[in-house]
């Protein structure tokens, strides 16, 4: 916006929190670029699968990182996601692609490399960056941080849509289950952990609208950029 400070807008949370429907829909607001860290990350685990390589690996995925190139491209209000220049912006919200992202986060090496490449998008300002470590160690620096939760069934009923848009059927409660071991595991990973920053605003979007949580997070965002 004319005039106004163009900030870094750091959002983390959970899975299914709302991060990335909120973050896209305050981009638009701000007129800001948004930038989806999960979905980075969502591309690496994809490179494992299709290499066949066990997501737990570590040893045989660290050589993939050196050869590997992830890009983002804004295109009508969302992220195109290019994995060695091959869009597979639908091909990375697969549940087993979830997992295996989840479980390539934790190896240190890759974070190194997401990271270099997350900050290098952010150095100007004028972004919104949700994933799980924006906060803490991307952006320690930014001038809004908001941490998103909600609860698990709430969170699990929004994947469950999400999934059969797709075509994908899930039984709710499968899908508590999956949530609440990604909690865990992302939780306690040495590597850059899921957690709040002391400064964060804390955003329970259990029985928020998109519209109230973009809303909220609009606003606080106007007071930093003033």
């Known amino acids: 916006m004319p005039g106004l400070k163009k900030i870094i807008i750091a959002i983390d949370g959970p899975a299914a929190s709302g991060k990335s429907t909120t973050a896209k829909a305050v981009a638009r607001a701000l007129g800001y670029l948004h930038m989806d ?8 685990g994809l490179k494992a699968l299709q290499a066949g390589i066990d997501p737990l690996d570590a040893v045989r995925i660290r050589p993939l990182i050196g050869v590997t190139s992830i890009k983002l491209q804004p295109s009508d209000g969302f992220n195109v996601v290019f994995l060695d220049n091959i869009d597979v912006t639908n ?3 697969t549940p087993a692609v979830s997992n295996a992202a ?3 986060s934790s190896i240190p090496e890759v974070r190194v490399f997401m990271v270099n490449e997350q900050r290098a998008l952010g150095a100007t300002g004028g972004i919104v960056m949700d994933g799980r470590d ?6 320690p620096n930014a001038e809004l941080k908001v941490f998103m939760i909600a609860d698990p ?5 929004r994947r469950q ?7 994908i059927k899930i039984d709710e409660d499968v899908l508590v289950a999956e949530l609440l071991e990604r909690d865990n595991r992302d939780s306690t990973r040495s590597a850059s952990p899921l957690r709040k920053a002391d400064d964060a ?4 979007t259990t029985a928020l609208t998109i519209q109230q949580q973009v809303d909220a997070i ?9």
Request: glycine share 6%; aromatic share 4%; charged share 35%.
């Open 37 to 44: 860290s999960g979905a980075m990350y969502r591309a690496m």
């Open 91 to 93: 091909q990375i919200r």
């Open 102 to 104: 989840s479980v390539v």
């Open 134 to 139: 924006i906060g803490t160690v991307v952006f």
């Open 153 to 157: 069934r709430e969170r699990a009923r």
């Open 161 to 167: 849509k999400e999934l059969a848009e797709k075509g």
């Open 201 to 204: 605003v804390v955003l329970d």
């Open 218 to 226: 609009v606003l606080r965002a106007m007071e930093r950029m003033k």
